[in-house]
C-alpha cells in the first residue's frame, strides 16, 4: 500500500539545515496497522507529514497504492488527499461550528457528494463509532474520546485508503486512549490501513508492527502481538 | 459557476458567517453605513436637482431680458446720458439678424421701474395691480398657468386692439365675489373696461411678477398709455443648444447699432441672463451630486476595506480550520472562492440593507419638505445608480476578499494545523 524509498527530508533554520530524515525506508503492506514510535524529535511527524501530503519529501520515492506522489501542486495534493488518506489529530481538529455530523460530512462535501447521500453516510460511519445520538450536538458538547471519535468518523467517512493517526491518544487519558485504540483496531479488523504515530508503548503495542524512529532513521521494524484494547476496557 | 449555484457552498458560507454572529452584524454595519450614505447622498442631490428643475420649468432655460439704459459715451454726435427707448421695430431687426434667438417678447408695463400701478376696480372694489402689455409670444418664454375656461391673450387681440385682460389669482380674488364667473366679467383699468379672458395661476419662478398682475394685450396698453412703440424691455430666449451669453452679447451689439450707442459702452443696455443664472445653478446642483456620488464611494470602500479587515482577522482566527479543511481535501481554490464569496455576499447584504435604509431615509425627508419652499422635489436615486453601487460592491468586495482569501491558501496545511 505505501511504499518508501530513501526519503530525505530537511528544514532550513536561518543558515543551519536541519537533516530530519535520513533516508527512511519503509514498505506497508493493505491492512496493516503500524505505530510509528520515537521520541520527539526522531521525525516521526515529519514523516507521516510527508505520508499525508502535507509536506514534501526533499528526494526519495514515495508511491501510495501504486501512485507515485511526486511534484504535487497544492490542488493535486488536497484531490489526493481527499482521495487516499484519513487524519485523525491529536487535538481532534473538529470544525466547532458544525454538529458532529456535518464534521464527518466535510470530506465528503469535498468529494461533491450530494447532500442527503453526504448526510446519510455521515450517520452511518457515526454509528460506527457509537455516536449516533450525537450528531447532532456541536464538538464543544462532546467530551474529549467523543471527539476523537468523531474526528476518526470523520477520517473514515471518505473511505480512505490508508487512516493517519498523529498521536490519537495524546490528549486523552488512559481509559478514553484504549477506547480509541479499541475502534481504530476495530476498523483495522475491517481491512483498513492504518499508521499511528505515538511516543506511548503501550498505545503502540496496539498495533501489529512497530517502527522505531531515531534521528531521522529507521532502528528497529518488528511484527508485534497485538493487545486487544477491548481487554482493558 | 456551478460552485456559486450550489447549495453546499452556501450552506458553507452561511455556516461560517453564523458563526460569529456580532462580528458578522458589525461588518455588516460597516458597509450598510457607507451605501446608506450613498444612496441618501445622491438621492438628496437628485431631489435638489430636481427641485431646481421645477423652479425654472416655467421658465425657457435659455432666456435673458433686455432693458435701455442711459449712454455712457458720447457717440456720433450725441451726448453722454442721452437717455435710450427700446423700440417695437427692434424686435424685427433681432430676428432677421440674430437667427439663434428662438422667441422674443417686447413688454411693456405699468406699476414697476417707478411708473404707479394702475387702478383697478369693479363695481364697488378696487385696488391698485401692476399692469402689463404683452403679445401672446410671451408665455413661450415663461408659460403661464391659465386656470380652466380661461386664456391668455391671441393673436386677435393684439390685431384688434381688444379690450381683454388675464388677472392674476389674487386679483380674482379681491375684485370677484365667490361663485361670480370671474371669465367674461369686466373690470375697469384707469377707467377703461377690460374683459377678463383668462386668470393665471402665479408662479414664484421666472424673474418678477405676482399674484396680482394683470396682463392685457401690448397693443391695448400702446393706446391706454400712449406709450407708441416704445417697449419696456424684451424677454428674449434663445434655442437650447446655443450659447445665452454670446447670444446676449450679439443682442446688446445689435442694439447698440441700431440706437446710434457707442460700441463699448457697456452701460447703455441692461440685460439679465437667466439662462446664465440657471446655468449656474445647475452647475451648483452638478457639482453637490458629484460631491456626493465622491462622498458615497469613499464611504462604500471604506466600509468594504472593513470587511477585508474583518475577513482578515477571520482567516487568522480560522487557519486551523482552514487547514483542517485542506487535510480533509479542500483545495485552494475551494477555500479561495468560499471566502471571496463571504467577502462578497456580506457586502451585498449590507449593500441591499442599506439601499432599503437609504430609500426610507429619502422618502422621509421628501413627506418632511414637501409642504415648505425649498427646492427639493422626489429625490430618487437613478437606477443606473443603485446598479452601479451594486457592482462597485461586488468588485470591490471580491477585490478585498481577495487579501484574505491568499493569506488563507498561503498558508500550508501544515502550518496552520500545528498553529494552537
Not at chain 1, 532550513?12 to 536541519?18: A, D, E, P, Q, R
Not at chain 2, 446664465?276 to 445653478?281: A, C, D, H, L, R
Request: with cysteine; aromatic share 10%.
Amino acid at each position: 500500500m505505501i511504499e518508501i524509498k530513501d526519503l530525505h527530508k530537511s528544514y532550513k533554520m536561518g543558515s543551519n539545515s536541519l537533516h530530519v530524515l535520513k533516508g527512511i525506508n519503509l514498505s506497508i503492506e493493505a491492512g496493516e496497522l503500524v505505530a510509528i514510535m520515537g521520541s520527539s524529535g526522531s521525525g516521526k511527524s515529519t514523516l507521516l507529514n510527508i505520508l499525508g501530503m502535507l509536506d514534501e519529501a526533499d528526494s526519495g520515492e514515495y508511491n501510495l497504492d501504486g501512485v507515485p506522489i511526486k511534484n504535487l501542486n497544492e490542488t493535486k495534493a488536497a484531490k489526493y488527499r481527499n482521495k487516499f488518506l484519513g487524519f485523525v489529530f491529536q487535538s481532534f481538529n473538529l470544525i466547532n461550528y458544525k454538529s458532529a455530523m456535518e464534521n464527518v460530512a466535510l470530506p465528503l462535501y469535498y468529494q461533491k457528494v450530494p447532500r442527503k447521500e453526504r448526510e446519510q453516510r455521515a450517520m452511518k460511519y457515526l454509528g460506527q463509532v457509537g455516536l449516533k445520538e450525537w450528531a447532532t450536538h456541536l464538538p464543544n458538547e462532546l467530551s474529549g474520546g467523543q471527539k476523537q471519535r468523531v474526528a476518526i468518523a470523520r477520517a473514515m467517512a471518505a473511505e480512505p485508503k490508508v487512516l493517519l493517526a498523529d498521536e490519537p491518544t495524546g490528549a486523552l487519558d488512559s481509559t478514553t486512549s484504549y477506547e480509541v485504540m479499541d475502534l481504530i483496531q476495530k476498523i483495522n479488523d475491517l481491512g483498513n490501513t492504518i499508521l499511528v504515530v505515538t511516543h506511548e508503548e503501550d498505545i503502540a503495542h496496539m498495533c501489529k508492527r512497530i517502527v522505531y524512529l531515531k534521528d531521522g532513521v529507521i532502528v528497529e521494524d518488528k511484527k508485534v502481538e497485538q493487545v486487544r484494547a477491548s481487554t482493558y476496557v | 459557476m456551478r460552485f456559486l449555484f450550489d447549495r453546499n457552498t452556501w450552506q458553507e458560507i452561511f455556516g461560517s458567517i453564523g458563526k460569529n454572529k456580532i462580528r458578522t452584524i458589525i461588518t455588516i454595519v460597516g458597509v450598510l453605513w457607507g451605501i446608506f450614505i450613498y444612496i441618501t447622498l445622491s438621492g438628496a442631490s437628485k431631489g435638489m436637482d430636481n427641485g431646481f428643475e421645477r423652479m425654472f420649468e416655467t421658465i425657457a432655460r435659455n432666456s435673458m431680458f433686455v432693458w435701455a439704459q442711459s449712454t455712457s459715451m458720447p457717440n456720433e454726435g450725441f451726448k453722454t446720458g442721452r437717455q435710450l427707448q427700446l423700440k417695437l421695430g427692434d424686435v424685427t431687426m433681432i430676428e432677421n439678424r440674430i437667427p439663434e434667438v428662438q422667441y422674443i417678447a417686447p413688454r411693456n408695463v405699468k406699476g414697476f421701474f417707478g411708473s404707479t400701478p394702475a387702478r383697478v376696480g369693479r363695481g364697488k372694489e378696487s385696488g391698485s395691480y401692476p399692469v402689463f402689455g404683452d403679445f401672446p409670444t410671451f408665455t413661450k418664454i415663461a408659460p403661464k398657468k391659465i386656470y380652466d375656461g380661461g386664456r391668455f391673450i391671441n393673436d386677435e387681440d393684439i390685431e384688434k386692439a381688444r379690450k381683454v385682460c388675464v388677472i392674476g389669482e389674487r386679483t380674482e380674488k379681491e375684485l370677484f365675489k365667490k361663485g361670480e364667473k370671474t371669465i367674461g366679467g369686466f373690470i375697469e383699468i384707469d377707467d377703461v373696461f377690460f374683459q377678463v379672458v383668462g386668470v393665471h395661476k402665479f408662479d414664484a419662478s421666472g424673474g418678477f411678477g405676482g399674484d396680482g398682475d394683470i396682463f392685457i394685450p401690448f397693443a391695448t396698453f400702446k393706446k391706454l398709455y400712449n406709450t407708441g412703440d416704445n417697449v419696456g424691455w424684451f424677454s428674449i430666449a434663445a434655442y437650447d443648444d446655443v450659447d445665452v451669453v454670446k447670444v446676449e452679447e450679439n443682442i446688446k451689439n445689435l442694439l447698440k447699432n441700431i440706437h446710434k450707442v457707442h460700441p463699448d459702452d457697456e452701460r447703455a443696455f441692461g440685460s439679465f441672463n437667466l439662462g446664465e443664472q440657471f446655468g449656474k445653478i445647475i452647475g451648483f446642483a452638478k457639482g453637490i451630486t458629484f460631491l456626493s456620488l465622491i462622498v458615497g464611494i469613499a464611504t462604500i470602500l471604506a466600509g468594504v476595506i472593513g470587511i477585508g479587515n474583518i475577513l482578515l482577522i477571520s482567516v487568522k482566527e480560522r487557519t486551523k480550520e482552514l487547514g483542517v479543511r485542506r487535510a480533509l481535501g479542500a483545495t485552494p481554490n475551494e477555500v479561495r472562492s468560499q471566502i471571496i464569496l463571504e467577502s462578497v455576499f456580506l457586502t451585498m447584504i449590507a449593500g441591499v440593507m442599506g439601499i432599503i435604509l437609504g430609500a426610507g431615509t429619502l422618502s422621509l425627508i421628501s413627506s418632511f419638505t414637501k409642504d415648505i419652499d425649498f427646492p427639493y422635489t422626489n429625490p430618487t436615486v437613478p437606477i443606473p445608480y443603485v446598479i452601479g453601487a451594486l457592482l462597485i460592491m461586488v468588485v470591490l468586495g471580491t477585490l478585498i476578499g481577495l487579501i484574505p482569501a491568499q493569506r488563507a491558501v498561503s498558508i500550508k496545511p501544515i502550518d496552520a494545523l500545528r498553529e494552537e
